[in-house]
């Protein structure tokens, strides 16, 4: 007989209790707030089907992939889990052609969905800044292409297509009221902004505080890279105060746009992460830095925070990564990002997982610790409640 710390008789009031919380807080899973970049560039990672039930354990519900591997589109159908798929950067080329782009999308999204829940394409990775030229002049054919392939299937309302940049597209990033794009790609940036209006898709912006902090230690403030409140800077023009950094990166995109005519765009954080293990010259890259990182993130999220200029509008998040991958070219850094070994275990713990109670009390008490008060006394038991909630749950079974 299963060891069970509640009897099947305290269900209803545990589900009472839920709801008792869901509807005086309007409180929102972290799977609707927070998704999670789940890499592949190793050669030690466990199954796609292990990985489905790690992400169910989590609660996390929206997930990007850098390929279409097929063994992770058939595990992850009826998962529950929001998918998003890339085009490999070397594919591109290939699908500005209207037919392959339609074989494209045969293959690769139409025998899956709807069971796979997919919901995104992205066309690339940072292409806009990479040395290919040849490639950024077919990233926005290919996603025209893409795009007829998936209304000629009757798909374009469920599957939306943009692609990931780096904030190397920025010619001004500081402050965030200067934030503007670099003049020698407006002529390619003009033409993907005004596909991403017409199909009513988000700008993908991958950002990174960490790297900011690695370059200049000793100027930027270590808490406002981590999303601790303790540092901040107030935007001479508009008056806004920003908190930390990420949320100055993302609103110096906003700004840019709209220097360009597309202020009303949506912008998504597709990658965001810090390395927990790094060179002697990757200052910060660390176990502590990692999970004060990804900790306040999480907090964020689970806040439901927007920036300060779209302080109503919820700021979708992908953190990177699932896993560390050992296959990664380039520094230490690089092969370190995720919050699980490939095993399975944990890299550091930033409040997800099975925790026991006593687990997430010193948890949430140090998060309030580096975060002043980030968490009010409702939130704190909103929070350790939303953390050991499944777990007690999949124990009463």
């Given amino acids: 007989m299963p060891a069970s710390i509640f009897s099947r008789s305290r269900m209803i009031p545990i589900f009472l209790l839920f709801n008792l919380f869901y509807s005086e807080f309007g409180f929102l899973q972290l799977g609707s707030t ?27 519900t929206k997930t990007r992939i850098y390929d279409t591997n097929p063994q992770v589109l058939t595990a992850f159908a009826n998962s529950g889990i929001d998918l998003v798929v890339t085009v490999p950067n070397e594919v591109v080329p290939q699908v500005t052609d209207p037919q392959q782009a339609l074989q494209w999308v045969m293959t690769n999204i139409k025998p899956y969905f709807p069971a796979t829940r997919i919901s995104g394409i992205a066309v690339g990775n940072e292409v806009f800044t990479s040395d290919d030229t040849a490639l950024a002049s077919n990233l926005v054919p290919a996603m025209h292409s893409l795009h007829a392939a998936l209304v000629q299937l009757g798909l374009d309302s469920y599957v939306h297509i943009s692609t990931a940049n780096s904030l190397g597209v920025l010619q001004n990033s ?21 596909f991403l209006a017409e199909t009513n898709s988000p700008f993908w912006i991958n950002a990174y505080p960490y790297f ?14 981590l999303l601790n409140p303790n540092q901040g800077m107030v935007d001479p023009y508009t008056k806004l105060h920003y908190d930390n ?3 100055a990166q993302v609103d110096a995109v906003i700004f840019a746009m709209s220097r360009m005519g597309y202020g009303g765009l949506e912008v998504r954080v597709s990658e965001t992460g810090w390395p927990s293990k790094g060179d002697p010259d990757e200052i910060g890259a660390n176990v502590e830095n990692a999970r004060a990182h990804n900790r306040n993130l999480l907090l964020r999220q689970m806040r439901n925070q927007g920036t300060p200029l779209r302080p109503d509008r919820r700021l979708e998040v992908y953190l990177f990564a699932l896993f560390n991958e050992d296959m990664k070219p380039g520094p230490t850094s690089e092969r370190n990002y995720g919050l699980y070994q490939p095993d399975g275990t944990m890299a550091y713990n930033v409040g997800l997982g099975k925790l026991t109670s006593a687990a997430s ?21 909103i929070f350790l409640f939303s953390l050991t909630f499944p777990a007690l749950m999949r124990r009463a079974i």
Avoid: C, H
């Fill in 212 to 225: 900011a902090y690695k370059g200049d230690p000793d100027g930027v403030p270590l808490d406002y890279v």
């Fill in 245 to 247: 950094m990420l949320y």
């Fill in 174 to 194: 500081y402050p965030p009221s200067f934030g503007s794009f670099r003049p020698e790609l407006a002529n390619l940036l003009l033409p993907f902004l005004q």
């Fill in 34 to 60: 927070l998704g999670i970049n789940y890499g592949q560039v190793a050669n030690n990672l466990p199954p796609p089907e292990q990985v489905v039930t790690l992400l169910n354990s989590l609660s996390i």
């Fill in 361 to 381: 009390v010193n948890l949430i008490s140090s998060a309030t610790r580096e975060t002043g008060k980030e968490l009010g006394s409702s939130w704190y038991w």
